[in-house]
T-cell receptor, first 114, second 114 residues
Framework: DGGITQSPKYLFRKEGQNVTLSCEQN?????MYWYRQDPGQGLRLIYY???????QKGDIAEGYSVSREKKESFPLTVTSAQKNPTAFYLC?????????????FGDGTRLSIL | DQQVKQNSPSLSVQEGRISILNCDYT??????FLWYKKYPAEGPTFLIS?????DKNEDGRFTVFLNKSAKHLSLHIVPSQPGDSAVYFC?????????????FGTGTLLAVQP
């Protein structure tokens, strides 16, 4: 079955620690995205990548970093510079970064601070 | 500045009746609109979309209507089923920035009563 796999489902971070959230897709999609969801809010775009070895900042990129070395993988690192990292993180992909392309989502990673 | 608004945080409907979820937007450059359904602790699932060149798109029990002059779209679910109970997000995008960047509303919680 094709889809998007995010791991782990739950993650705990200590103060001052960097953590990396995994996102893998086997849909052969070119474009991948990371969103953050906070209670009572819509999804906000952190970073996106339209093609391998290229990525762009979204609306709330501060304190986060990404890489796109392989088409299937788009890991997100939450750095210690992100002062309020507790949230539900969602990874998505679309066939291309072009217009009229629905994005398909993984099941998310919930990050909490110890 | 919230460009995509879902003004009803919740909606309760009887099984078999019609559910109507509403969404307003402010950016006239949006040209593609989507509806997603989300269960707790899962990622959003793509439901249906509509391009700005259309005013209606139908897929089974789901129909999306777009009123460009009013900058308003709605999702109709007929007949509503208990399994439809979830949070529904509308989203919009514009190709103006050459990316498939989605802007999400804050969601409406639909409860379908048996």
């Amino acid at each position: 079955d094709g889809g998007i796999t995010q791991s782990p489902k739950y993650l705990f971070r200590k103060e001052g620690q960097n953590v990396t959230l995994s996102c893998e897709q086997n849909l052969n999609h070119d474009a991948m995205y990371w969103y953050r969801q906070d209670p009572g809010q819509g999804l906000r775009l952190i970073y996106y990548s339209q093609i391998v070895n290229d990525f762009q900042k979204g609306d709330i990129a501060e304190g986060y970093s990404v890489s796109r070395e392989k088409k299937e993988s788009f890991p997100l690192t939450v750095t210690s510079a992100q002062k309020n990292p507790t949230a539900f993180y969602l990874c998505a992909s679309s066939k291309s970064g072009g217009p009229n392309q629905p994005q398909h989502f993984g099941d998310g990673t919930r990050l909490s601070i110890l | 500045d919230q460009q995509v608004k879902q003004n009803s945080p919740s909606l309760s409907v009887q099984e078999g009746r019609i559910s109507i979820l509403n969404c307003d937007y402010t950016n006239s450059m949006f040209d593609y609109f989507l509806w997603y359904k989300k269960y707790p602790a899962e990622g959003p699932t793509f439901l249906i979309s509509i391009s700005s060149i259309k005013d209606k798109n139908e897929d089974g029990r789901f129909t999306v209507f777009l009123n460009k002059s009013a900058k308003h779209l709605s999702l109709h679910i007929v007949p509503s089923q208990p399994g439809d109970s979830a949070v529904y997000f509308c989203a919009a995008s514009t190709f103006g920035g050459a990316t498939n960047k989605l802007i999400f509303g804050t969601g409406t919680l639909l409860a379908v009563q048996p």
